[in-house]
């Protein structure tokens, strides 16, 4: 069975400020990682996945994430957030089915 | 390139009548997906067409939940009779047949209030 834990709801952060996503994971087969982003009163939006190769993965909007196989984890980053970037992010694995299985999602709140 | 659409973006039922909520998967994508978010949980797997087949409905939480998917394009998600505990978003997917960690698209949802 696989599943995932994003360890924090909200996180509240001020402009410009980095910021750390954090998610683990469990699984006992390789997986496929994934963030994605709901953006207010939108669908989701996936920032990156993470298949094979380089544990760093760089997505859209300035975010990376890395993949780290010793801890289970697969935390996103942003080095300076903006206001746009308050969301609801969600991580997500996925085995070789193609059925996605999520966290709890974590709500970034992006202060001026 | 239209994406994963959804209808009806929003819908207020009251509990016991029937609502159907279709998704039209982007143009090609073999692989089409339901799931959905009851408020303040995660995001749970429904089921998966591959075509117009069922390839896993381990998610669909009783019988008042009907998909169908008729000649591999678009789907359809019928709840009869609605209850209260189904309030919540549906959001549709889709992905080519070949995947190999393709990404899977999402709609908009369809958000669902009974009352």
């Known amino acids: 069975a696989q599943s995932v834990t994003q360890l924090d709801s909200q996180v509240p952060v001020f402009e410009e400020a980095p910021v750390e996503l954090r998610c683990n994971y469990s699984s006992s087969v390789s997986v496929y990682l994934f963030w994605y982003v709901q953006y207010p009163n939108q669908g989701l939006q996936l920032l990156l996945k993470y298949l094979s190769g380089s544990t760093l993965v760089k997505g859209i909007n300035g975010f990376e994430a890395e993949f780290n196989k010793s801890q289970t984890s697969f935390h996103l980053r942003k080095p300076s957030v903006h206001i746009s970037d308050t969301a609801e992010y969600f991580c997500?694995?996925?085995?070789?089915?193609?059925?996605?299985?999520f966290g709890q999602g974590t709500t970034l709140q992006v202060k001026p | 390139e239209a994406g994963v659409t959804q209808f009806p973006s929003h819908s207020v039922i009251e509990k016991g009548q029937t609502v159907t909520l279709r998704c039209d998967p982007i143009s090609g994508h073999d692989n089409l997906y339901w799931y959905r978010r009851v408020m303040g949980k995660e995001i749970k797997f429904l089921l998966h067409?591959?075509?117009?087949?069922?390839?896993?409905e381990s998610g669909m939480p009783n019988n008042r939940f009907l998909a169908e998917r008729t000649g591999g394009t678009y789907s359809t998600l019928k709840v009869q009779p609605a209850e209260l505990e189904d309030s919540g978003v549906y959001f549709c997917?889709?992905?080519?047949?070949?995947?190999?960690?393709?990404?899977?698209?999402f709609g908009e949802g369809s958000w669902l209030t009974v009352v």
């Open positions: 997500a694995v996925n085995g070789n089915t193609g059925k996605l299985i």
């Open positions: 997917a889709s992905s080519p047949l070949s995947y190999s960690g393709n990404t899977i698209y």
């Open positions: 067409f591959v075509k117009e087949s069922k390839q896993d």
